[in-house]
């Protein structure tokens, strides 16, 4: 264990999410936001598109426990909850793969049911 303050510990875990976790959630139109530390566990609201999505849970275990625990030592475990008032569909904020309609495509109104 490290001599650090509650406060050291916060900023250092606020500072990892905003450089580490922020951009790569945003990416898929969600949101984590630090909400407490104590004894080693964080808790974290997940908002946008990571509230309700099925994906957040491996978000938390396998993207952000494993950037936490890495970045901040004092970090062990991490929880979260979902946003209780978000509105937003969980789904990507782009279509990673384009635009369907394009004719490069080959589909439209009258063949597409030929995939």
């Given amino acids: 264990m ?4 509650q406060q050291e510990i916060e900023t250092n875990i606020n500072e990892t999410m905003d450089t580490f976790v922020a951009p790569a ?3 898929h139109g969600g949101n984590v936001r630090f909400v ?3 004894d080693g566990d964080v808790v974290l609201e997940m908002s946008g598109a990571c509230s309700g999505c099925a994906g957040s849970a491996a978000t938390l275990q396998f993207g952000i426990q494993s950037i936490l625990t890495e970045m901040v030592p004092e970090v062990k475990t991490i929880q979260g909850f979902d946003d209780p008032n978000s ?4 789904y990507f904020t782009e279509d990673p793969f384009g635009d369907f309609n394009d004719p490069q495509w080959g589909l ?3 063949n597409n049911n030929q995939v």
Wanted: glycine letters at 0%; charged letters at 20%.
């Fill in 2 to 5: 490290t001599n650090r303050t």
């Fill in 25 to 27: 959630v945003a990416q």
């Fill in 36 to 38: 407490s530390y104590s």
């Fill in 87 to 90: 509105t937003v569909d969980p």
């Fill in 108 to 110: 439209n109104e009258s």
